[in-house]
């Protein structure tokens, strides 16, 4: 089976037949020719002890709860995925070869029916080590197209990027997604794509023109930034696992370069469809 | 100083510099270290024999600033830097 997520085709294969979570439904691509630019194998059953004795690299955990852990693996690295609904059972180990670009999945045996290898967050994990290896970033953030202007919002949690979105969906803009974006270049222009989320959605992309770092505001503002600013306040927003000097070399240079060509702006805003006007009238 | 240094990644962007740590975790980083022109010159004359004395002498000849501001900008250059590290590590 092949997907199509942001224009990557990833190959996915196994000895056993497997499911997918209904939210990758829409990105299954029929093209099985394509060449893919990376490959999972799908195994059922983790072996045991496949992890012994290797250096831990990375901590993906909140507080209360672990996301996934990341291993140096012969020359590749290795991942420990842990269960989000049990809370810290694992769920899969995952292997990556060291070019990037070959994955085998090993997910812990159950009913047949629950043989899901890109299960959350082993999907977005794929989706980010394929970004790294690529030009193209992952990022926290909404994005809308009007038919003109590709508008991507980013900020921390809570801070409207949901709601800004809205908005615009409100008042006839397309919206790509309200969470996680994958940005890509694509000759001189930067585009924005969608990603499979926990519902079914279908593929959506947009050129990308301006970026605004919002946050909610007593009234409308934006005044626009440039420089190492923007590039160090649009940086903080990516998905990174900064454990490689690689891995923030190119994210360094990506946002460098999309910086350089797309605007950014810094954006409070009052709730209401106002906001979409006011950006359009002071970008 | 210098091992400082190396847990950075840097990128020059027009006049200034953006560093980036290396991390062991998820941070949840707000916005990362930007340096203007003094600050770049501190960073790039950070070596592993340099000491704060010395550093504070190039800094005096480059920018024309008294030996106590020196000193005390490079101080807080490190402190700030260190700090930055220790969050995201």
Redesign the interface.
Known sequence: MNLKIADFTIKLFSEKPFQMEEGYLPFVDGDEACAPDVSVECVSGIPDNLLDGCK??????SEDQW?YSVYEYHAGLAFRIFNQQTKNSVQQIAVLNEALDDWKIYTVSGPENDFLPLKYPMGPILLYYLTVNHEAIMIHASGVFDGEKGRLFTG?SGFGKTTISNLWKESGAKLINDDRLIIRKRGNKFFMFNTPMYYPALPEEAPLDTIHLIRHAPENTTKKIS???A???V??FCI????D?RF??N???FV?ELCSVTSVYETGFLPDAGIVQYVKDHE | MNKLKSQFVTREVGNELVLVPLSNNVSNMKELFTMNETGRFIWENLTEKMTVDKLAEKLMQEFEVDEETAIKDIKLFLEKVSQMKNEYS
């Open positions: 831990s690299l990375f901590e993906a955990r996301f921390f420089g190492a600013l590039v160090s306040k940086l903080a990174q696992n900064n454990f000097k923030i070399e994210h360094l240079d460098n």
